[in-house]
Each structure stands twice: as C-alpha cells, then as structure tokens.
Nanobody
Framework: QVQLAESGGGLVQAGGSLRVSCAAS???????MGWFRQAPGKEREFVAS????????VYSDSAKGRFTISRDNVQNTLYLQMNNLKPEDTAVYYC????????????????WGQGTQVTVSP
C-alpha cells in the first residue's frame, strides 16, 4: 500500500510560480509517480510523470517548458515546480503512484492522493 498527500496549492496571479509537493509513505520502492489535474466539469488530465530513478520524465504539451517534475526518494516526496502559470492551469492537482505501462494514462496508476487546489487569477 502507498499513501499520498499533496500540499502547496494556493492562489497565484498569472505569470507567477508555485511548487506543489506530494509526500509518499508505504511501499514506494521502484514506483513511478505522476501529476494529474482536474478542472471543474473536465476529465482528469495528465500533467507530468517520472520514473523511480528519475532517468525518464514525460510532460503534457501544456506543461512542457513551464513545469518541472522531480522526486526525492530519501524524503519520499514528489514535486511539481510550476512557472509562468496561466488561468487555464486552475485545477485540483493530484499525485499518483504505481507501475504504469502508459505513464500518461490515469487508469494505469494504483494509488492517488486527495488533491490540492491551484487557482491562477488573470
């Protein structure tokens, strides 16, 4: 079992930066982890994902060049640094863990956190 808890969300103006974190506990060894987001009335969408050893990362087109995913396996923490935020980035951000065949697909992840709200004002 893996438990995930996100933190660091909040309100930020467009063009600003925010870093969200995900504290993991339990059997996290060799798991890939990812960030997803869900805006009101929309489906959950992929943002970024990273392998256990951090040797491979993948980003959505909207996140590429603005967001950076990283992890600290000693601290069991996943991060998402978000720069140049836009109002369309407003969503609840979720972290996920598992052994996905397709790192972009939500259903391939086994464990999910409760989410943290990120709101970007114009």
């Amino acid at each position: 079992q893996v438990q995930l808890a996100e933190s660091g969300g909040g309100l930020v103006q467009a063009g600003g930066s925010l870093r969200v974190s995900c504290a993991a506990s339990g059997r996290t060894f060799r798991t890939s982890m990812g960030w997803f987001r869900q805006a009101p009335g929309k489906e959950r969408e992929f943002v970024a994902s990273i392998t256990w050893s951090s040797d491979y990362t993948v980003y959505s087109d909207s996140a590429k060049g603005r967001f950076t995913i990283s992890r600290d396996n000693v601290q069991n923490t996943l991060y998402l640094q978000m720069n140049n935020l836009k109002p369309e980035d407003t969503a609840v951000y979720y972290c996920a863990a598992g052994s996905p065949r397709n790192m972009r697909r939500p259903s391939d992840y086994d464990y999910w956190g409760q989410g943290t709200q990120v709101t970007v004002s114009p």
